[in-house]
């Protein structure tokens, strides 16, 4: 999905997580978006990756009468039905009020399989499940059909409310790769071209951290220096990726801005990066605003050894911690009939 999504395309063969709510009907649309590495190395609200493996998933079908959105089943005890403040909801309404000729309401059951306040880009997913499920929803009522930029807009609304104004997760599950966020009013978006084969150890420790928290430990103002060696990484990130540098993507994954504030608040985190690099692994730091840690490796058996050197350092700090081995997904957010 690196252009748009294709309303009118047949839907995707679903992935194994697909699968029905066992409180929803039959018929409607599921959307699955997979989960993402936000700050993509020093790329601050700017680089975000969509990465194998797990995701979030919404089924979404017509209210017999209702109108507006209800949340059948939130997919998770602590996140709430309210719909004014459930990221599916607002997103699945933002998407319902660009085609108010419908009137007609909307029912959503979740299926979380990103972790809470985890830095894997959980709301974000759910945002973009949402909007496209609704999406195709509209559609085949004979409405028109959002284009990748009015996906993102919508998913925006909701991932605004719940978590911040950013687009590098939401864009990152919607369109898959890595992506560069240029801006935001209106979104300017785009892939980067990755020529380099990566793999990604995740690890997750039993701490969780809300992206306002993270976001609030951030300095104002940077020094002139610090802003060059920063523009400098992501320059070199980007252009990495695209001539196929492994080693320059190593060497670019300083990140000089975010990390440093941020790794106070991951306890185990500074030890966790230095095993994952003595055991091969050519970079590594949060993903998104933490817990999760990843590491940008160059094999899938460097990897490996890298997913268990962070899962014994942050187990030592005292934090039970799951651990798992990813590549860049590529196809961002799909779809297919209930």
């Known amino acids: 999905m690196t252009d748009h999504v294709d309303p009118h395309a047949s839907p995707d063969s679903s992935p194994a997580a697909l699968t029905h709510s066992s409180s929803a009907p039959q018929g409607g649309v599921i959307a699955f978006a997979p989960g993402s590495i936000g700050n993509f190395g020093p790329g601050l609200d700017v680089l975000g990756c969509a990465v194998s493996g797990p995701g979030d998933e919404v089924h979404a079908w017509w209210a017999d009468r209702e109108l507006g959105v ?11 039905t309210d719909p004014a403040r459930n990221a599916c909801a607002i ?4 998407v319902l009020d660009r085609a108010p000729h419908l009137r007609r ?7 979380k399989g990103l972790p809470l ?14 909007a496209v499920a609704v999406n195709q929803l509209v559609v085949s009522d004979g409405g028109d059909a959002l284009d990748t930029v009015g996906l993102l807009a919508t998913s925006l609304v909701a991932e605004a409310t719940v978590a911040g104004r950013h687009l590098d997760n939401l864009a990152a599950s919607l369109m898959g790769g890595v992506i ?30 809300r992206t306002a928290d993270a976001r609030a430990v951030l300095p104002q103002f940077y020094p002139r220096d610090t802003l060059i ?31 440093p504030a941020r790794a106070a608040l991951v306890d185990g985190f500074v030890e966790a990066k230095r095993a994952a690099l003595e055991s091969g692994a050519l970079g590594a730091s949060l993903s998104g605003s933490g817990p999760t840690t990843f590491a940008v490796c160059a094999s899938e058996a460097q990897a490996l050894a890298a997913a268990e050197a962070m899962r014994w350092a942050y187990e030592a700090a005292g934090h039970f911690c799951a651990s798992r081995v990813a590549t860049i997904d590529f196809d961002g957010a799909r779809w297919r009939n209930a």
């Open 117 to 130: 306040s985890g830095g894997q880009g959980g709301s974000g997913a759910s945002a973009v499940a949402a």
């Open 229 to 259: 060696a920063q523009l400098a990484s992501v320059a070199s990130l980007v252009t990495a990726l695209a001539i196929g540098d492994a080693a320059l993507v190593g060497r670019a994954m300083v990140d000089h801005v975010a990390e």
């Open 105 to 111: 309401g909307v029912m959503l059951s979740v299926r």
């Open 91 to 94: 997103a699945a309404q933002a």
């Open 180 to 209: 560069c966020i240029r801006g935001i009013d209106p979104p300017d978006v785009h892939n980067v071209p990755v020529r380099v084969p990566l793999w990604f150890a995740l690890a997750h420790p039993a701490i969780r951290i």
């Open 70 to 80: 209800t949340v059948v089943d939130a997919g998770h005890p602590d996140l709430p």
